[in-house]
């Protein structure tokens, strides 16, 4: 049974840095693909970035150059390091992964992703 839980979301002033957490348990080893969207009410589910098995990553235009994707294989956890934020990024944080390598075409569609996390909020001011 796979479980993912994300810790790390908070507030922050603009400029500022938060780093989320997703620790998967029950995963077996193979293929992968994991990563971090946001939501807001109302609004559709977006891809921020994500990271594949074979370590390739891929982020969404607006984070490019202020998001760090990376993944600790010794304790299956995702991080998404968040720099320089703006108001704008402020979300709702989802942790998502799916049993197969990301894929160019629907790294970002959330119907590719069969595990999520509850999401943690992240508030930028």
């Known amino acids: 049974h796979v479980q993912l839980v994300e810790s790390g979301g908070g507030s922050v002033q603009a400029g500022g840095s938060l780093r989320l957490s997703c620790a998967a348990s029950?995963?077996?080893?193979?293929?992968?693909?994991m990563g971090w969207f946001r939501q807001d009410p109302g609004k559709e589910r977006d891809g921020v970035a994500v990271i594949s098995s074979d370590r390739r990553t891929r982020y969404a235009d607006s984070v490019k150059g202020r998001f760090t994707l990376s993944k600790d294989n010794a304790t299956a956890t995702l991080y998404l390091q968040m720099d320089s934020l703006k108001p704008e990024d402020s979300s709702m944080y989802y942790c998502?992964?799916?049993?197969?390598?990301?894929?160019?075409?629907?790294?970002?569609?959330?119907?590719?992703?069969?595990?999520w996390g509850q999401g943690t909020q992240v508030t930028v001011s």
């Open positions: 029950g995963w077996t080893s193979g293929r992968y693909c």
């Open positions: 998502a992964a799916a049993r197969d390598d990301c894929r160019a075409a629907s790294w970002s569609d959330p119907g590719y992703f069969g595990y």
